[in-house]
Nanobody, 125 residues
Framework: QVQLVESGGGLVQAGGSLRLSCAAS????????MGWFRQAPGKEREFIAA????????SYADSVKGRFTISRDNAKNTVYLQMNSLKSEDTAVYYC??????????????????WGQGTQVTVSS
C-alpha cells in the first residue's frame, strides 16, 4: 500500500510558476514509477508527466513539454512537478500517482495504481 499526498497548489497569474510536491509513505518509494495527472472541470483526467523509479527516464504530454519538469528525490520519498509559464488552460486539480513503470503510469486511471487526493491549481489570465 502507498499513500500519496500532494501539496503546493494555489492561485497564480498567467506566466507565473508553481512547484507541486507529492509525498509518499508506505512501501519503498523507489520501487515505483511516478506520474502527474490533471483534471479540469468537465474534462477527463489527463496524463501530464512520468518519471522512472530512479529518475533516469521522464516523459511529458505535448501540452506541457518545455514548461513543466518532473523530478523525484527518493531519499525524501517525494516527487515534484515544476510548472513554469503557466497558462489559464493549466487550471485543474493535479494528482500524483504511482505505478510499476512509466509505460503503465502514462496510461493509468483509477482504480489502477495509487493516487493522491489532488491539489488545486488556478491560473488567472
Amino acid at each position: 500500500q502507498v499513500q500519496l499526498v500532494e501539496s503546493g497548489g494555489g492561485l497564480v497569474q498567467a506566466g507565473g510558476s508553481l512547484r507541486l510536491s507529492c509525498a509518499a509513505s508506505g512501501r519503498t518509494f523507489s520501487s515505483y514509477a511516478m506520474g502527474w495527472f490533471r483534471q479540469a472541470p468537465g474534462k477527463e483526467r489527463e496524463f501530464i508527466a512520468a518519471i522512472s523509479r530512479m529518475g533516469g527516464a521522464v516523459s511529458y504530454a505535448d501540452s506541457v513539454k518545455g514548461r513543466f519538469t518532473i523530478s523525484r528525490d527518493n531519499a525524501k520519498n517525494t516527487v515534484y512537478l515544476q510548472m513554469n509559464s503557466l497558462k489559464s488552460e493549466d487550471t485543474a486539480v493535479y494528482y500524483c500517482a504511482s505505478g510499476v513503470n512509466t509505460n503503465v503510469v502514462r496510461t493509468m486511471s483509477p482504480p489502477s495504481g495509487y493516487w493522491g487526493q489532488g491539489t488545486q491549481v488556478t491560473v488567472s489570465s
